[in-house]
């Protein structure tokens, strides 16, 4: 979410930066001009006040444009800038040190004709730093309302630009510390903001693996964060209250139900020996009392691994697999299966005991339903991160939406109803190893049969 959020912020704040430093980078610009513009205004109107006696041609001497054009020499010698009076015919009266002869067209035609009209040329366009454009300022020389010459002046730009440009540079870096600020305010922002959301993830994912004693600390963040953290709490210990007593009723119906149970049967069984010998209906009874027995027994097997916590140490998975393939190998010689190990040496993080009785509950299936002269393979590989235990067997399978429901609890497929069991093995084995941070799968088999895969972690276990 940081990823996301933070890119949108830095946007969005080096937008207003851009919105604010352009219109302030124009108007520095046109404020650096706008002063050029003006003093060279002032230059012309000073001009045209000397150049008028020097125009009139009744009265007009030659002292007179002497001082015009001393005065035109001084100002191109300190400033470098051209400077011309001009008649309206064209013809320089005085222009200073250089030759100067006004164009047919561009800027200095324009700025002379337009005070020919007895006003003032407008002010040149904006000349940027990249732009090697020169400013053009003409003034009317007028007498008795007539214009009788027109003052000139064409100033280089280069040292504006570079006044224009030393202002943007300096902008520039302003607005990049502001944008640095800002960047480093979004971090501490998105942190701020984000880390409730964070803790919440992290606790979430531990609940979810089976730690419901982990909690948000309420600590800091947003009001609004806050709050759900709270009530984030109150929901977490309202469902563990409500597994809790779910657990505890199964335990202890499980226990209640024993001793009447086994009293029961105790009865059935003096019950026999007042019946015919080989009673078909009391062999059923009894058949159906030890059935629910193991039920019984199941349930609180069930109950115990959802509320154990999972004692987490370095184990030899392939030794443990090993072992539990010679305990099973005499069950399934008398079946007439073949139970075969490959369990090369691997460790994970596992509990030993969840784990040996979660391969108990697996092999223990794969045997039950595997038929005569058929095998059973468990093997046991290792990659970078995880130790697996893959027990096939070849025996019917299930079907795709079998393959679904499988690991449900009392589910048990309907071509096996009248095989041995409750239909919770397999529900406590996953119990068992989600305790522990591992995980079982269930897939086909080739040609046929079930594909039970058990992981651990290699990692050490979070805390």
């Given amino acids: 979410?940081?990823?996301?959020?933070?890119?949108?912020?830095?946007?969005?704040?080096?937008?207003?930066?851009?919105?604010?430093?352009?219109?302030?980078?124009?108007?520095?610009?046109?404020?650096?001009?706008?002063?050029?513009?003006?003093?060279?205004?002032?230059?012309?109107?000073?001009?045209?006040?000397?150049?008028?006696?020097?125009?009139?041609?009744?009265?007009?001497?030659?002292?007179?444009?002497?001082?015009?054009?001393?005065?035109?020499?001084?100002?191109?010698?300190?400033?470098?800038?051209?400077?011309?009076?001009?008649?309206?015919?064209?013809?320089?009266?005085?222009?200073?040190?250089?030759?100067?002869?006004?164009?047919?067209?561009?800027?200095?035609?324009?700025?002379?004709?337009?005070?020919?009209?007895?006003?003032?040329?407008?002010?040149?366009?904006?000349?940027?730093p990249w732009q090697r454009g020169r400013l053009v300022v003409a003034s009317p020389v007028i007498r008795d309302g007539d214009v009788v010459a027109v003052v000139v002046t064409d100033s280089p730009t280069g040292q504006m630009r570079s006044r224009i440009l030393e202002g943007w540079l300096i902008i520039g870096a302003g607005l990049t510390a502001a944008m640095l600020v800002a960047v480093g305010a979004a971090l501490r922002l998105t942190g701020w903001v984000l880390r409730p959301v964070r803790v919440l993830d992290t606790t979430t994912h531990a609940i979810a693996s089976g730690r419901l004693k982990s909690r948000v600390a309420v600590a800091s963040g947003p009001p609004e964060l806050r709050r759900l953290a709270r009530s984030f709490n109150e929901m977490a210990d309202n469902v563990e209250d409500v597994l809790e007593q779910q657990r505890a009723f199964v335990a202890d119906a499980s226990h209640q139900l024993r001793n009447p149970l086994a009293a029961l049967l105790l009865r059935i069984e003096l019950l026999a020996f007042e019946l015919p010998e080989g009673n078909q209906e009391i062999a059923s009874v009894q058949a159906e009392g030890k059935r629910l027995a193991e039920v019984l027994d199941d349930l609180l097997d069930l109950a115990l691994a959802e509320h154990t916590e999972a004692d987490l140490r370095l184990t030899d998975v392939g030794a443990l697999a090993a072992e539990r393939v010679a305990a099973w190998a005499p069950t399934a010689e008398a079946k007439g299966v073949r139970l075969v190990g490959d369990c090369p040496p691997t460790t994970a993080w596992a509990d030993p005991v969840a784990l040996s009785s979660a391969l108990d509950a697996v092999i223990d299936n794969a045997v039950k339903f595997t038929p005569k002269d058929e095998r059973v393979d468990v093997t046991v590989t290792s990659n970078g991160g995880a130790s697996t235990i893959v027990v096939a067997d070849h025996g019917p399978g299930l079907a795709d939406e079998e393959l679904a429901r499988i690991g449900d609890r009392f589910w048990r497929s309907g071509r096996h109803q009248n095989i041995k069991g409750s239909g919770l093995g397999l529900s406590i084995s996953r119990a068992l190893l989600a305790a522990g941070e591992g995980s079982i799968s269930y897939g086909r088999n080739e040609p046929h049969g079930l594909r039970v895969t058990v992981t651990v972690p290699r990692s050490a276990p979070t805390q």
């Fill in 1 to 128: 979410m940081r990823t996301r959020l933070l890119p949108l912020l830095i946007v969005l704040m080096a937008a207003v930066l851009l919105a604010l430093g352009v219109p302030l980078a124009v108007s520095l610009a046109s404020a650096q001009q706008q002063k050029v513009v003006v003093d060279r205004i002032d230059d012309t109107a000073y001009f045209a006040a000397i150049a008028r006696p020097a125009a009139d041609v009744a009265t007009g001497s030659r002292d007179d444009l002497r001082i015009l054009s001393r005065e035109l020499d001084s100002y191109y010698d300190v400033y470098g800038i051209r400077a011309g009076v001009f008649l309206p015919t064209d013809t320089p009266l005085a222009k200073g040190r250089t030759t100067w002869f006004l164009p047919r067209t561009g800027e200095v035609r324009d700025a002379f004709e337009e005070s020919l009209l007895s006003r003032r040329s407008h002010d040149p366009k904006q000349v940027w």
